[in-house]
């Protein structure tokens, strides 16, 4: 099996910073795409940005500027640099990978989700 374990989450305020990392670890023979999403409460599951293996990244419009999305392909892992953070960035922040595993299967795999909280 392949797993995502997103760390970085937690209490910041207003304007201020956190970075998010994701490591992947299991029966993996290449991870493609990555990226992260968020769903905040009352809110459907939402694409922040994604980043290929080559490093062309994508953001939403309301993070551009803001935050950016970086991987290192040796260690499988993907990260998130969140600056000038505001209240409606809360919300609980999900790790997503594209992975061929060694049973040479291409599946989506989602971490658990850490929860990132900005006060006003």
């Known amino acids: 099996q392949v797993q995502l374990v997103e760390s970085g989450g937690g209490l910041v305020q207003s304007g201020g910073s956190l970075t998010l990392s994701c490591a992947a670890s299991?029966?993996?023979?290449?991870?493609?795409?990555m990226g992260w999403y968020r769903q905040a409460p009352g809110n459907q599951r939402e694409l922040v940005a994604t980043?290929?293996?080559?490093?062309?990244?994508n953001y939403a419009d309301f993070v551009k500027g803001r935050f950016t999305i970086s991987r290192d392909n040796a260690k499988n892992t993907v990260a998130l640099q969140m600056d000038s953070l505001n209240p409606e960035d809360t919300a609980v922040y999900y790790c997503?990978?594209?992975?061929?595993?060694?049973?040479?299967?291409?599946?989506?795999?989602w971490g658990q989700g850490t929860q990132v909280t900005v006060s006003s």
């Open positions: 997503n990978a594209n992975v061929l595993t060694t049973g040479s299967v291409l599946r989506s795999f």
């Open positions: 299991g029966a993996i023979l290449t991870i493609y795409d």
């Open positions: 980043i290929t293996r080559s490093g062309n990244t």
